[in-house]
């Protein structure tokens, strides 16, 4: 199980597997920075590995929302919480900037 509070320090994500892989899926899905995406979006079509298990499409890892809100604790990522529903989420600019540097 991943730690329940990670360091404000980006390269904690490079020893991390399940965050950068989140993280791949958040900037992958949201497509431009301005879109926003909501974890059940982030799960819809493909399966994701985490934690050496591969959920499927459609499917939601218990730990997925820890992860997103690890990735805003950080800054590689930004939350949108509206009045009723899931929260939103987008790749910063700084998290952007990290997965072209470092292949996050």
Known sequence: MINDVIPR???YLTESRDHREVF???VD???DQLRLVT???LIADRSLELGGKVYPGGTR???LQNLLDDLVRV???ERVVPTAGDPSYRPTELGRQRMR???L
């Open 24 to 26: 791949r899926r958040l």
């Open 39 to 41: 974890p059940a979006q």
């Open 9 to 11: 320090d980006p390269d």
């Open 101 to 103: 540097e470092c292949e």
């Open 29 to 31: 899905v949201s497509a």
């Open 75 to 77: 800054e590689l990522a």
């Open 61 to 63: 890892p218990p730990h």
